[in-house]
């Protein structure tokens, strides 16, 4: 492996609390019954088997299903498992590795949930815009013609909020308000100036939150709009007067990354190409990461620590293994 | 008129709290701007213009549109805002005069949102079933080969609770539970046996109720299933798990007849055809109504009374004004 990164749902998978589980067993030699942890990353592939005929020595590739264990150094797996990345130049191993979660996450739930016209005049809004997710969202629907109203939360460090606000707007958010500000009362008059009257639709929501933020979030949708949650790191349900459903035909539904690849792998090779072409093209820029070097002396407990703090607050980067060059 | 319906929304409507509201004018010599209530019914045709061609005396119609105020004895009104009932051999105007609203909403709830095989080994789950709409999907639903398990509110009397469930056991209910046993601990492995060990899905949940009773609902909803909300009849929101969204792949969506009906005329006449055939076939049983005759001598307070009794709770039937034979 090159690079592999700690995703939320990795730590939530070893905890059992996570719907998608890898089978446990003992050929790693372990006694009691094991499995790798991760479910991300990219490898370069060092030696292949005599009948494999698409991919060679020092190819990149990715995993093709979730569960396969990404935090290893190495991997034996038939090619069938893996989408080979067709053309690595400049990319980085921490692009490519990073690439199957988040981005492909807000790809799908910015184009699958709503009919778009990609004339620039329609909009989504988000909340947890700071995550992986959100950043890809905001580059994506700028790169799409989306416009977008991003909902962080309220930081006590006001620098440190005009820092993140900065950032985002950087890599292209339209607009940027904080969840107590969602909250209040002088948003809906300046949503509505935003969006020429309410004229220009909010056509999508991608929920990671749930609770009072995201209904809040939900009033804002268009009518006919939808609300896709992805997270809820509020830990709350999602709490929907019947109005919304009924009176608004605002529909909500979810979006599960995991189930969309296994079910999709020939439609997620085709989101992967087509993010790294934006990423190749500087439409995509990394996320901040905290790198965790992982060679053969590494410390079992550096790795451990790696992996214990990313279920944390607030976190200046996503963890990312990123593999010495290790021969074999 | 021949025969309308006072459903709760026209109730809402007059209240001020429905978001369709009617024209309010003096076109009816009223001193102050004034409409009539009523949104649904049939009419018989008593005289036409001269450019009229699609209609003559004697035809049945009813309305295109909501808001035309439906609660009087005769109306003026252009042919392009009627459906022409094409053939009324064999209905009665109770039939014809409450097929726009109840039966509608409950055709297209069960056809609209689920991606239905027609085999015969399909489910929907719905609250308030002993409902205009509730009944109406139960006999839709044995047309067209979809089990039904239907949720009552329990009753304090166990004889009337027995005697409504022979009534819809009658009409093609496959199972029938109550609030609280949908609540319980057991229902779970009863709803696993009767849709063989859950190998039949169930596709679709109709919900007129929301609060606890709505989310024990969407549970039993299967894998990628929708929960259709039509109605609020316990005042509480939905709460909605972040899981059921993400891993489960439930969507949530709404439906209100008057914004269908006023966006889809066509595919409206068309239902509604439909649902007559299946009426005078005897598939499609009348629902249980309270009658309110209305002559040129019946009291204004019988009429208030009538619509008055509308929002109650537990009631015998839908009340319907019969309008008596009236020559002008």
Known sequence: MLASPINPADVNQIQGVYPSKPDMNTLLGTTEAAA??????????INVGSSVKGMQKGDWVIMK?????????????DESQLHKIDDKSGLTPLQVGTVSVNPCTAYRMLLDFAKWDFRGDEWFIQNGANSGVGRAAIQLGKEWGFKSINVIRDRGDKAAEQKLKDELYDIGATKIITEEELQGKEIRDQIKDWTNGGR????????CVGGKPATAMAKYLSPGGTMVTYGAMSKQPLTLPASMLIFKDLAFAGFWVSRWSDKHPDLKKQTVDDILRLTRAGKFKDIPVEECSWGWKTDDEVLKKAVQGTLGGFRAGKGVFKFEDLEV
Chains 1, 2 share one sequence.
């Open 36 to 45: 790798v942890g991760g479910n991300e990353g990219v490898g370069e592939v």
């Open 65 to 77: 299903y979730t569960c396969m264990g990404t935090w290893r150094t190495h991997l034996s797996v």
């Open 200 to 207: 220009e639709q909010i056509k999508v929501a991608l929920n």
